[in-house]
């Protein structure tokens, strides 16, 4: 069974400083693992993903993300935060059937 | 590519009426498609997995009777909220799946039943 935890409903950071949001998940198999963003009243957007290979993915607007086994960790972060960040991010993990089972959501707020 | 699309993007209706939402991949066929509900302020909670030419298969909890799904072309699922009442009043998003995992969302329908 797939389970993932963000930590933090919200976050703020200023304009400029570093953007770390955090998942730990757990997985019977081997994890495939996705950052979303969703801006208000739309869909999903896929910012990255881990599916093998190397664990530091880099992914859309500058994000990335580093997947750690040891600690079941896959934090999302950016090294200087834009104004145009602000929403809403998901992680989630994928099991078997394509079913992804999303975190809680991390609210991101960038101060000016 | 790999586009979803949904329609309507928003619709109200009253309450005891049906209401139908369209879910497409634009330019790819998706054997499987996903729908989820989205409280405010929550995350996306799984409803059911469409796949093309048989019965979708149901979430713990979910109605089948009241959310009527149909996945009748590779490019195309329905979700139907039939007698719809004001705690149906929710964002439905669905996601096609290309690939072994990866799922593509669509922009999402807000249904408003009063």
């Known amino acids: 069974a797939q389970s993932v935890t963000q930590l933090g409903s919200h976050v703020s950071v200023s304009e400029g400083a570093l953007v770390l949001l955090r998942c730990n998940y757990s997985s019977s198999v081997p994890p495939y693992l996705f950052w979303y963003v969703q801006y208000p009243n739309q869909g999903l957007q896929l910012l990255l993903k881990?599916?093998?290979?190397?664990?530091l993915v880099k992914g859309i607007n500058g994000f990335e993300a580093e997947f750690k086994k040891s600690e079941t960790s896959f934090h999302l972060t950016k090294p200087s935060a834009h104004m145009s960040d602000a929403a809403e991010y998901f992680c989630a993990n994928s099991g078997s059937a394509r079913q992804l089972t999303f975190g809680s959501g991390t609210q991101l707020t960038v101060l000016p | 590519g790999a586009v979803v699309s949904q329609h309507p993007s928003w619709v109200i209706c009253k309450s005891g009426t049906s209401v139908k939402i369209e879910c497409r991949s634009l330019d790819f066929q998706a054997t499987t498609m996903f729908w989820y509900r989205q409280f405010p302020k929550q995350s996306l909670m799984l409803m059911a997995t469409s796949n093309e030419g048989s019965k979708a298969t149901y979430e713990q909890g979910v109605e089948k009777d009241k959310f009527l799904i149909n996945h009748a072309s590779l490019t195309l699922s329905t979700l139907t909220v039939t007698s719809a009442h004001p705690e149906d009043s929710s964002f439905y998003i669905c996601?096609?799946?290309?690939?072994?995992?990866?799922?593509?969302f669509g922009p999402g329908t807000r249904l408003t039943v009063l």
């Open positions: 996601s096609a799946g290309q690939g072994v995992y990866e799922q593509f």
């Open positions: 881990y599916t093998t290979g190397a664990t």
